[in-house]
């Protein structure tokens, strides 16, 4: 499985790999709908979600739910990670009882509370993954977030990873809109952001970090994804495709990180060590080593290393 130094998969990357893509969200009702979706062209991988919810009008919806099926019955290829985002209940129903499922990869639920986590799953009979948004009032409450992820946790097996909603808290939270020149760090949400992160931390569910609004505004864009980075949150949502290509790419790994990972991941390593002047410690660094040579992998980075070693790690991500 291994070659020129790093593994080589038999298989396209599992549906679990897909917290690591970029996840572009189209209306349903962009008039170009059937092209965006036809288009494999991409340069890099990305999940694709249509909404059918705040992104489309309320009295917009049917129609626009009965193109999106009609599309999806006629376009020979779409995209191997679709996720639709139904608003309610109905919505949700009238796509398990008229999409041609097995060409969606998950169900995005908007507005996330315990009670409706678990409805969905319900109401999806838990055979098709679901993507919990974090931008309802309980996603602002200490207490809530616990509940949250411990919902979240129940249903392990349709839900590994969880989206963060940011311009919702933003309104939740006085009416606000995020300013020009601001990452979502420097706004009332930032610390909100970092509740979050500690919420789920207790129970090791990847969280995903939260749209950038302002699609010209590229310098700011790279400095919130520095952030992200930083923040180990797993991958951006986007807005326009222009934001694919630097989303995935603040995710690529260095040289210089992937030769600390492998540092810290072998086996006859001391347990501290130093490297271009910072400290290296077995102890502490050992989940971030892994998911540096994860991400090696997933951007298909050549390195040199132990390769029982790496497919270790790379076997531990499917689980």
């Known amino acids: 499985m291994f070659s020129n130094g790093f593994l080589m998969t038999k298989a396209p990357p599992s549906e679990r790999w897909q917290r690591f893509y970029p996840m572009l969200y189209v209306p ?14 991409r340069s890099c991988p990305h999940c694709v979600t249509v909404c059918l919810e705040d992104a489309v009008a309320p009295f917009d919806r ?14 020979p290829v779409v995209p191997s990670s679709f996720f639709v985002r139904p608003a309610d209940d109905d919505m949700l129903n009238r796509v398990l009882d008229t999409f041609p499922l097995h060409r969606i990869s998950g169900i995005v639920l908007p507005k996330a509370t315990v009670e409706r986590v678990n409805r ?21 409450d200490p207490a809530g977030r616990i509940d949250l992820s411990s919902v979240c946790n129940a249903h392990r097996t349709v839900i590994d990873f969880v989206r963060i909603g940011a ?41 995903c970090a939260p749209v950038f609004d302002h699609i010209s505004d590229e ?32 995710y690529r790994p260095s040289r210089t990180e992937i030769h600390d990972a492998l540092r810290i991941l072998h086996p006859d390593s001391p347990a501290v060590m130093s490297s271009n ?7 502490c660094h050992s989940t971030w080593a892994k998911r540096i ?14 390769s029982k070693l790496a497919e270790i790690v790379f076997q531990e991500s499917e689980t």
């Open 277 to 283: 002047g910072s400290m290296l410690e077995k102890a």
């Open 120 to 140: 969905w799953v319900e109401l999806t009979n838990g055979f098709i993954r679901i993507v919990p948004i974090l931008e309802s009032r309980e996603a602002l």
């Open 219 to 250: 310098a700011t864009l790279a400095r919130e994804l520095e952030e992200d980075v930083n923040r180990g949150l797993f991958s951006k949502t986007a807005i326009h495709p222009s934001q694919l290509a630097p989303i995935w790419n603040s």
């Open 62 to 75: 049917v129609k626009a739910a009965e193109s999106l099926a009609a599309i999806l019955e006629k376009l």
């Open 28 to 41: 349903a009702t962009r008039p170009d709908l059937e092209d965006i979706l036809g288009d494999s062209s």
């Open 167 to 207: 311009n919702d808290l933003l309104r939740l939270l006085g009416g606000l809109r995020r300013p020009k020149g601001r990452t979502i760090y420097e706004t009332a949400v930032g610390g909100v952001i970092d509740s979050l992160l500690e919420a789920f931390s207790l129970i090791d569910l990847p969280l």
């Open 293 to 306: 040579l994860l991400l090696a992998e997933l951007h298909r980075i050549p390195f040199d290393g132990d």
